[in-house]
């Protein structure tokens, strides 16, 4: 069975910065693409960042550019999300995603119907 188990939120102040792990099981990080996730209080959940089974990766909201960084150890079967330059704005339950029938990462807009494995979610807070 394929499952995913985020880690690694808590509180940061503006400007911080946090690593989330996503450890996946019942798969290996080269058979799926892993996608993060969020979702912010009264806000639909939005695709973050993608890593493909080839270790290609994807960032979709120009708001996280060059901020945060996807990346995977594939030894240790784990996928995270380094997020850097926190803003208030990035306080989110963030949440990692398997297809569990692709290989490749969403082109456009990833749409949470096409994920039938996701974690429980990491709550990131960003406050002073």
């Known amino acids: 069975q394929l499952q995913v188990v985020e880690s690694g939120g808590g509180l940061v102040q503006p400007g911080g910065s946090l690593k989330l792990s996503c450890a996946v099981s019942?798969?290996?990080?080269?058979?799926?693409?892993i996608t993060w996730f969020r979702q912010a209080p009264g806000k639909e959940r939005d695709g973050v960042s993608c890593i493909n089974s080839a270790g290609g990766r994807v960032i979709y909201p120009d708001s996280v550019k060059g901020r945060f960084t996807i990346s995977r150890d594939v030894a240790k079967n784990t996928v995270y999300l380094q997020m850097n330059s926190l803003k208030p704005e990035d306080t989110a339950v963030y949440y990692c995603?398997?297809?569990?029938?692709?290989?490749?990462?969403?082109?456009?807009?990833?749409?949470?119907?096409?994920?039938?494995?996701w974690g429980q979610g990491t709550q990131v807070t960003v406050s002073s």
């Open positions: 995603a398997v297809q569990g029938t692709s290989r490749w990462c969403a082109t456009g807009i990833p749409h949470t119907s096409h994920y039938a494995y």
């Open positions: 019942g798969f290996t990080l080269d058979q799926y693409a």
